[in-house]
């Protein structure tokens, strides 16, 4: 409890953000909800065969699994909040509308057909028949689709539209228990205050509840028309990181360089926005301008033609840069120092008893126990490729997530695992490298990646962040990741103290 009330102190202003755009985006998710729903089932009272038709369209989708709806909308609207309503959207539309449609066309046919003996209008009998008896079960839709949209919309994050994901998608990627519980409780308790107002309301009347509900339309729409007309109008750039603690603190050093020689430039961060494949395709649809990429991972999956990647560092970034310029229109800064690629790494205990320092010496000792991550398993680069490369046989194989893998290695219950260099675990257990003696893994320097259009149309970012070219060890890198992921400090604190330290930044603290 101690560590989670100090990480709920040290990020509050954080996680507040984050509550405020998860609530954002689930008050905008319901209320078009409702307004697309109410209707479509009132015009479908009178047409039952194409109501019950649109009841299993909306079922059928209920049945899609979200990051599937997610991957399908990224093409046509790409990332961010847009796509993610969509989504919430499309998930809600069933409760709301089978409640709406199912309460007006379950009404006793003797009160409907004593309102049309009195001869009242169609309006008159909707709202003042129709609707106040169905009420009930339209108000348990939306209720139903208020939870639903609150739980769902923790996977806004996947896709960068913020919101309580971020914590619970940090939590896992960092195996930090104290974030996951700060996204999931609050998901939780926001669930369970909406339905309780929810609830609240459903004593109301049904003309105090459209008079309300038309406030709140009126009111969101005018707080977002101000917030617009208040913010600044400066040059805003956007630079997303993939998932975990490293390209956290990498896109708060690229902010704090470009913002040094550019204050008036806004630069928006997205932190832990998702995949490779996903960041180059935001990257290339203009939904990003900047991330930072590793030359290996552009030569082995991004670019074509350059399966056998050269063991010389310089030779790999110059390939890579080249590659991306033709085939992509993409400019690739020049990289830092270290490298975060693949290795093999055993216990200082293990590695004392059998004298172990290099790859080879591995294949001499089949009875030791390995885990590896799931594709580093099976993909041609990883345990596969060790196979042939260096005669790797060992008779005990299992495959573990990164952060069990680890733990398990700490423990003794397995003796060897695959890593990456500045993985912070390596601190954390006081594990040891082992050395690739015959330059199996290609290199993995980072750099800034954008578009060569963007990079030409703005020099003096490209000046600010070839600041870090050369920069940075790999034993600085896994210190800082030590910091983020073990110690839970801000990425952004972390980022600023190296580049005070180093002095890439002109006044100390700045």
Same mark, same amino acid.
């Given at each position: 409890?101690?560590?989670?009330?100090?990480?709920?102190?040290?990020?509050?202003?954080?996680?507040?953000?984050?509550?405020?755009?998860?609530?954002?985006?689930?008050?905008?998710?319901?209320?078009?909800?409702?307004?697309?729903?109410?209707?479509?089932?009132?015009?479908?009272?009178?047409?039952?065969?194409?109501?019950?038709? @649109?009841?299993?369209?909306?079922?059928?989708?209920?049945?899609? =699994?979200?990051?599937?709806?997610?991957?399908?909308?990224?093409?046509?609207?790409?990332?961010? #909040?847009?796509?993610?309503?969509?989504?919430?959207?499309?998930?809600?539309?069933?409760?709301?509308?089978?409640?709406?449609?199912?309460?007006?066309?379950?009404?006793?046919?003797?009160?409907?057909?004593?309102?049309?003996?009195?001869?009242?209008?169609?309006?008159?009998?909707?709202? *003042?028949?129709?609707?106040?008896?169905?009420?009930?079960?339209?108000?348990?839709?939306? *209720?139903?689709?208020?939870?639903?949209?609150?739980?769902?919309?923790?996977?806004?994050?996947?896709?960068?539209?913020?919101?309580?994901?971020?914590?619970?998608?940090?939590?896992?990627?960092?195996?930090?228990?104290?974030?996951?519980?700060?996204?999931?409780?609050?998901?939780?308790?926001?669930?369970?205050?909406?339905?309780?107002?929810?609830?609240?309301?459903?004593?109301?009347?049904?003309?105090?509840?459209?008079?309300?509900?038309?406030?709140?339309?009126?009111?969101?729409?005018?707080?977002?028309?101000?917030?617009?007309?208040?913010?600044?109008?400066?040059?805003?750039?956007?630079?997303?990181?993939?998932?975990?603690?490293?390209?956290?603190?990498?896109?708060?050093?690229?902010?704090?360089?470009?913002?040094?020689?550019?204050?008036?430039?806004?630069?928006?961060?997205?932190?832990?926005?998702?995949? #490779?494949?996903?960041?180059?395709?935001?990257?290339?649809?203009?939904?990003?301008?900047?991330?930072?990429?590793?030359?290996?991972?552009?030569?082995?999956?991004?670019?074509?033609?350059?399966?056998?990647?050269?063991?010389?560092?310089?030779?790999?970034?110059?390939?890579?840069?080249?590659?991306?310029?033709?085939?992509?229109?993409?400019?690739?800064?020049?990289?830092?120092?270290?490298?975060?690629?693949?290795?093999?790494?055993?216990?200082?205990?293990?590695?004392?008893?059998?004298?172990?320092?290099?790859?080879?010496?591995?294949?001499?000792?089949?009875?030791?126990?390995?885990?590896?991550?799931?594709? @580093?398993?099976?993909?041609?680069?990883?345990?596969?490729?060790?196979?042939?490369?260096?005669?790797?046989?060992?008779?005990?194989? *299992?495959?573990?997530?990164?952060?069990?893998?680890?733990?398990?290695?700490?423990?003794?219950?397995?003796?060897?695992?695959?890593?990456?260099?500045?993985?912070?675990?390596?601190?954390?257990?006081?594990?040891?490298?082992?050395?690739?003696?015959?330059?199996?893994? =290609?290199?993995?320097?980072?750099?800034?990646?954008? *578009?060569?259009?963007?990079?030409?149309?703005?020099? #003096?970012?490209?000046?600010?962040?070839?600041?870090?070219?050369?920069?940075?060890?790999?034993?600085?890198?896994?210190?800082?990741?030590?910091?983020? #992921?073990?110690?839970?400090?801000?990425?952004?604190?972390?980022?600023?103290?190296?580049?005070?330290?180093?002095?890439?930044?002109?006044?100390?603290?700045?």
């Amino acid at each position: 409890m101690n560590s989670l009330s100090s990480y709920i102190n040290r990020n509050s202003s954080d996680i507040i953000a984050a509550l405020g755009q998860h609530i954002e985006l689930s008050i905008i998710a319901i209320l078009i909800t409702v307004v697309l729903a109410v209707p479509l089932a009132v015009v479908l009272i009178d047409h039952r065969k194409i109501g019950e038709f @649109f009841l299993q369209v909306t079922s059928v989708i209920q049945t899609i =699994p979200s990051l599937a709806i997610l991957g399908i909308l990224i093409p046509f609207v790409g990332i961010g #909040t847009v796509p993610a309503i969509i989504a919430l959207v499309l998930y809600a539309i069933m409760p709301v509308f089978q409640n709406t449609y199912a309460g007006l066309t379950n009404i006793d046919p003797l009160l409907i057909e004593a309102a049309d003996a009195f001869g009242v209008s169609k309006r008159f009998k909707l709202f *003042r028949v129709q609707f106040p008896l169905a009420l009930p079960m339209i108000i348990s839709g939306i *209720r139903i689709a208020v939870v639903m949209v609150i739980g769902t919309a923790t996977l806004a994050a996947l896709i960068g539209g913020g919101g309580l994901g971020t914590y619970i998608l940090l939590g896992i990627q960092t195996n930090n228990n104290d974030a996951l519980i700060v996204g999931a409780v609050l998901s939780a308790i926001l669930a369970l205050i909406a339905s309780a107002l929810i609830k609240v309301l459903a004593r109301a009347s049904f003309k105090r509840l459209v008079i309300g509900i038309g406030i709140l339309i009126v009111l969101f729409g005018g707080f977002a028309g101000i917030k617009t007309m208040l913010t600044p109008k400066t040059q805003t750039i956007t630079i997303a990181g993939k998932m975990g603690g490293e390209p956290e603190v990498l896109i708060n050093m690229y902010k704090d360089l470009i913002q040094q020689a550019n204050p008036n430039i806004h630069v928006k961060l997205k932190r832990n926005f998702g995949g #490779t494949s996903f960041l180059f395709k935001a990257l290339q649809n203009q939904n990003i301008d900047i991330y930072p990429e590793f030359t290996g991972t552009v030569l082995q999956s991004l670019v074509k033609g350059h399966k056998n990647v050269a063991a010389n560092a310089t030779t790999a970034y110059k390939d890579a840069a080249q590659a991306l310029k033709q085939q992509y229109n993409l400019t690739y800064l020049a990289p830092m120092k270290y490298q975060n690629g693949y290795g093999i790494t055993v216990t200082k205990a293990i590695a004392d008893k059998y004298h172990l320092r290099t790859f080879a010496d591995l294949a001499k000792y089949p009875e030791l126990k390995a885990a590896f991550d799931p594709d @580093f398993f099976q993909q041609a680069d990883g345990y596969p490729g060790l196979q042939k490369a260096y005669g790797l046989h060992f008779n005990s194989v *299992r495959t573990m997530e990164p952060s069990l893998r680890y733990e398990a290695l700490a423990k003794g219950k397995v003796d060897v695992t695959d890593a990456y260099t500045t993985d912070p675990q390596i601190k954390k257990y006081h594990l040891i490298l082992l050395q690739d003696n015959k330059s199996f893994f =290609p290199p993995y320097q980072g750099a800034p990646l954008m *578009r060569t259009h963007f990079a030409k149309k703005n020099p #003096t970012i490209v000046k600010s962040l070839n600041r870090l070219a050369g920069k940075i060890t790999t034993s600085e890198m896994q210190e800082m990741n030590y910091r983020v #992921t073990v110690k839970h400090e801000k990425a952004a604190v972390v980022a600023k103290d190296y580049l005070n330290d180093h002095h890439l930044l002109d006044k100390k603290g700045k």
